[in-house]
Structures are given as structure tokens and as C-alpha cells.
């Protein structure tokens, strides 16, 4: 049971308002039952509940969780707020564990609401967030509590974003639009990066008003927005119709001859766009080669990184995933045709390149599709499932690991390419003239990457990463793939870099 102390704050004309506490519970008990029975790593319900009330003191310093041999306790400037016998989580069922929990914490935090005007101040959301930020501390770095506003932004940015195709920032004295996405609203109607936004909805806007547009300018998908803007002196009103817009992220043009690709992300329409701009490279002259520009994307959906690399594969694993759950365990395998014709491929990566970018690159490497060139990449390798709750928020709980299908994992020590360039110009010219040579100058630390495994020490992690260091990535990448994709010996022997 739960004992639930008085409030202990000082006397007050109005006596504070009501928690939310069933919502609380509801929303609590749905994601402490994610994190039982599917985070990679596995926790005791006591634990979760200590951490989750070391949020409150985050909040408020005055409050101390106390967990003991028999109960959890909450004290407040030293004095006793509430406590739990531990009994009443001592259910091995991740269900019924959860439903405990979720009633234990909200009443918890009730009594924290009722104590402290910081905590109030904060609102609930706030405070079981500030709860799941410690939880997650102790787990790993990417899972997540979304309040309601944090997950609709969350899904715009994974499925597209109901709006107008423009984003206005401050410059100087004015909103000024500084990009425009290609064929979405705005653009249909001639709005260009450099116009000066004025109002919109007839409401005045100035440098000072930046948050106040963005509110204005977002809205329901298929409503209307009517924009004053200036280019040149004149003025002009747009009205624009609200729709979905996926952010671009492709882009290609042909160099040397030589089909470029630039992939920033990977949203709903990354495959769609992909296979475009290879039949569309492909279909007057083929090129000598394609370069697959990962650098500085962070990744996205990852159906859309199996997708890119099945793009490039004709059959076989592309990945592998590992968890504690039994829905965890996957293979994802190509079974499509390889849209570049086998032709050299050259895959740039740096520092910043990371999960579902990793993945591509990790596939297209392990199957010797492609050479990797850059520098290691970010190693993010875990999977985060999103779960709707009860309060229209999220929570992202990593559940799963990625790994090649030899069994490396790219958490914790990323893609290693086969030509390194963050060393310098001076490493990078001789892993050239090594290649041409027919040596691989990466090949060792490709043989201890492929023996590693998910357990690995992040010692030894640290010591492969170190081999070709992360950086950002530099002019001399597209340099390098060039160079290789227009000597066939050296393309061979980097390829055959990473061991059958």
C-alpha cells in the first residue's frame, strides 16, 4: 500500500490545483510496461521506480527517494512524503509490474504536486518526463518520453510535415523565407528563399515574432494561410493551401561521368526518390561508376535504409537485428535488382554519419557492393520502437541492436571505411598507392571489426574506431572516390578489404 503524507507546503489562499493522477497512471503504467518486456537492457521495477522519483529532485532539490531492503520512500526537506512496500512490486509478470508501478508513481508524484510549487510549475508532463530522463539515463542514450507537443513534431518530421513548404527565420530587421521546398505549396506560388515575411493571416510579424509566425504558419492539413511578403520593395499576399510536405532528401547530378547522389535522410519517399535519380542517371549513357554521399545524415526510417541498400543488392541479408525480446530477432534481406548495373560504387561517410546511414553503408560494404571512404562513422546501432500513449505523447524505447549479417554490431564502433581520409592527406595518398598496389591498407582492422561482437569491450571498440578516427567530412572525400572509381585495380582491392 501507499501511504500519502499531507501537503507539507506552506499555507496558501488557494489551495493548489488538482494532479492529473488517472491520466498519470494510465500513461505511466503503458510505458513501464514497454520498458519491462522490450528494453534491450532489463531493469527490476524497483529500480525503474527509484529513478523515475530522482526525476522529482531534478525538478525540486528539497525531495529525496530513499529505496531500502523493504520500501521505496519519498522524503521532502528530510521528512517522510510517501513510501512502498517493495512487495507490491515483486510480480515476475512485466504486466502486472507495470500496472503496480503506474499506480505507485502517480500517487507519488500527486504527493510531490501537492508539496511543491516547483513541481506544479513544471505541469505533469514535465514531471514524467523529468522521471523517464533519469530512467533512461541509467539505460541508454536514445530512448525517449515525447510529451503530446514534442511527439506531433515527432511525427511531422518521420512522415512529413502538414504544411507549407517554407521555413522564415530572423535576419536583421525581418522574417525572411530562407528555404522553400521543391514543388510544395509555397513554391508553387512563387514564394522565394529571400522573400520578407509581413503577416500572415492579415496579423503584422517582426524580428521579434519568429515563434509567433511559426504557430501561424502551421495548421491543419488542407486549411488555408494567407501570407503578406516583400521582395524588392513590393508587396504581394500568397494564399497557400496547408498539405503534407516530406522534406527532399535526395539529390544527384552527374560529374566526370559519374552519377553523384547526395542522401541527407530517410523519410516516407527516400526510396521512391533514390530508385528515380538511378533510373533517371542511367538512362541516357550509363556512368563509369555512382557515388552514395551518406556524410552528415543522421539517419531516419529504417525501412528506407533497407530499401536504399536492396536499391544496390540483388539478393542476400542486408542486416540483422538482436534483442532481449523474442519480436526483436529479425533478418531484412534485399530481393529487388541491383538499379546500378554493378557498376563501381563508392559509398562517403564521416563522423556524422549515423544509424539508418550506417546501416547502408554497412550493407553495401559487408555484401562488397561498395567501397566505404570517409572516416568511421557514428556507430549508433540501436533501434528505437515509438509506442503511442495514452496522452497522445511517445515513448522510443530501444529494444533491438543492429548487426551485420557476419555478426559486428555498429553500435559503439560504426562503419571503418576501406580508404581513410581523417588522418590527412599524407595516409590518404599512400592508402591510395597502397590500393593500386593491390594491398588494403584497412584490411587488419576490417578482420578484428568482423570478429567483433555486441559484448565486445568498449576498450577494444575504441581501439578499431581509433584506426580511422571520425571526423567531419572534407573535400578530398570526392577526391578519393573519383580517383577510385577511374582506377579498376585499386576499386578490387579495396572491396575485397573487408574479409569473406
Known amino acids: 500500500m501507499l501511504l500519502l503524507a499531507g501537503w507539507l507546503g506552506p499555507a496558501a489562499a488557494q489551495p493548489p490545483a488538482a494532479f492529473p493522477r488517472d491520466m498519470a497512471q494510465r500513461v505511466l503504467a503503458e510505458s513501464m510496461r514497454l520498458v519491462l518486456e522490450r528494453h534491450l537492457e532489463p531493469a527490476t521495477p524497483a529500480s525503474l521506480a527509484l529513478w523515475s522519483l530522482r526525476g522529482l529532485a531534478v525538478l525540486d532539490p528539497r525531495f529525496d527517494p530513499v529505496l531500502t531492503e523493504t520500501e521505496l520512500r519519498l522524503q521532502f526537506q528530510d521528512r517522510p512524503l510517501s513510501a512502498l512496500p517493495l512487495e507490491g512490486l515483486a510480480t515476475a509478470d512485466p504486466a502486472a509490474a507495470a500496472e503496480s508501478l503506474g499506480f505507485a508513481l502517480s500517487r507519488f508524484y500527486e504527493a510531490a504536486w501537492l508539496g511543491s510549487p516547483a513541481v506544479r510549475r513544471a505541469g505533469m508532463e514535465r514531471v514524467i518526463a523529468s522521471g523517464f530522463d533519469e530512467v533512461f539515463n541509467h539505460l541508454d542514450p536514445y530512448s525517449r518520453y515525447l510529451t503530446p507537443a514534442e511527439a506531433r513534431a515527432a511525427r511531422e518530421r518521420r512522415v512529413g510535415q502538414s ?193 539508418a546511414a550506417e546501416i547502408v553503408a554497412m550493407a553495401l560494404a559487408e555484401r562488397r557492393r561498395a567501397v566505404v571512404v570517409g572516416s568511421a562513422t557514428m556507430g549508433k546501432g540501436l533501434i528505437q520502437l515509438v509506442a503511442p500513449l495514452p496522452n497522445r505523447g511517445e515513448l522510443l524505447v530501444t529494444w533491438s541492436q543492429l548487426v551485420a549479417p557476419s555478426g559486428w554490431p555498429i553500435q559503439g564502433l560504426g562503419v571503418l571505411p576501406a580508404l581513410c581520409t581523417s588522418l590527412g592527406p599524407r595516409v590518404l595518398d599512400a592508402g591510395l598507392r597502397q590500393l593500386a598496389g593491390g594491398e588494403a591498407p584497412m584490411a587488419a582492422a576490417h578482420a578484428r571489426q568482423r570478429a567483433a561482437r555486441p559484448s565486445a569491450p568498449a576498450s577494444e571498440l575504441a581501439a578499431l574506431r581509433g584506426t580511422c578516427p571520425p571526423a567531419e567530412g572534407r573535400s578530398a572525400d570526392a577526391s578519393a572516390a573519383q580517383a577510385l572509381i577511374e582506377a579498376p585495380a585499386a576499386y578490387a582491392a579495396a572491396l575485397a578489404s573487408l574479409p569473406p
Open 163 to 355: 504544411g507549407l513548404g517554407l521555413r522564415v527565420a530572423v535576419q536583421g530587421r525581418f522574417l525572411v523565407v530562407v528555404a522553400v521546398t521543391p514543388d510544395g505549396p509555397a513554391d508553387l506560388e512563387g514564394v522565394q528563399v529571400g522573400d520578407r515575411l509581413l503577416a500572415v493571416d492579415g496579423r503584422a510579424l517582426g524580428p521579434r515574432d519568429p515563434g509567433l509566425a511559426a504557430s501561424l504558419l502551421e495548421g491543419p492539413e488542407g486549411s488555408t494561410v494567407a501570407l503578406t511578403l516583400s521582395r524588392n520593395g513590393r508587396r504581394r499576399e500568397v494564399t497557400l493551401l496547408r498539405e503534407m510536405v516530406v522534406p527532399e532528401t535526395v539529390a544527384s547530378e552527374r560529374r566526370s561521368d559519374i552519377l553523384w547522389i547526395r542522401l541527407t535522410g530517410f523519410s516516407t519517399l527516400t526510396e521512391r526518390r533514390i530508385t528515380a535519380a538511378l533510373v533517371d542517371g542511367f538512362a541516357e549513357q550509363v556512368p563509369r561508376g555512382v557515388v552514395l554521399d551518406l556524410r552528415g545524415n543522421r539517419g531516419g526510417l529504417l525501412n528506407q535504409a533497407i530499401a536504399v541498400a536492396d536499391a544496390f543488392l540483388a539478393e542476400g541479408e542486408v542486416a540483422r537485428t538482436e534483442g532481449r525480446h523474442p519480436d526483436a530477432a529479425r533478418s531484412y534481406r534485399a530481393g529487388g535488382q541491383d538499379l546500378a548495373l554493378g557498376l563501381p560504387l563508392v559509398v562517403l561517410v564521416d563522423g556524422r554519419t549515423a544509424s
